[in-house]
């Protein structure tokens, strides 16, 4: 094999290479090439989902707002039945008080 033919079956056979190279290249672009559709159906469903965690976290700060409310409420109400009870039991002492009193005077 001269010179020349080794250049030219070099060059063919890197010219074959090249081609079946492109060939697949192509091959594989055009089975896995998206539609259009896709692509807007998946940006449709992106915002969706980015609406649907925006709701979220607004409806977890609200929780957690409430929760501070009713837990501030709770404490209050426990404090003013605290309040009341003690009054009560002091209420109660004086009544029985004001009767061992009453009591002393009818017997004496």
Do not use: K
């Not at 449709?44 to 957690?64: C, F, G, K, N, V």
């Amino acid at each position: 094999m001269t010179r020349t033919e080794f250049i030219i079956a070099t060059a063919i056979i890197l010219f074959v290479a090249f081609c079946m190279g492109w060939f697949a290249n192509w091959l594989i672009h055009r089975f896995t090439r998206v539609a259009q559709s896709d692509v807007d159906q998946l940006e449709r469903m992106s915002q969706e989902l980015h609406e649907a965690e925006e709701t979220r976290d607004q409806a977890i700060t609200y929780l957690q707002q409430r929760e501070a409310e009713l837990t501030n409420q709770l404490s209050q109400t426990e404090a003013e039945l605290s309040a009341a009870m003690e009054g009560l039991r002091d209420a109660r002492s004086e009544a029985e008080e004001l009767r061992a009193q009453l009591d002393r005077q009818n017997a004496g």
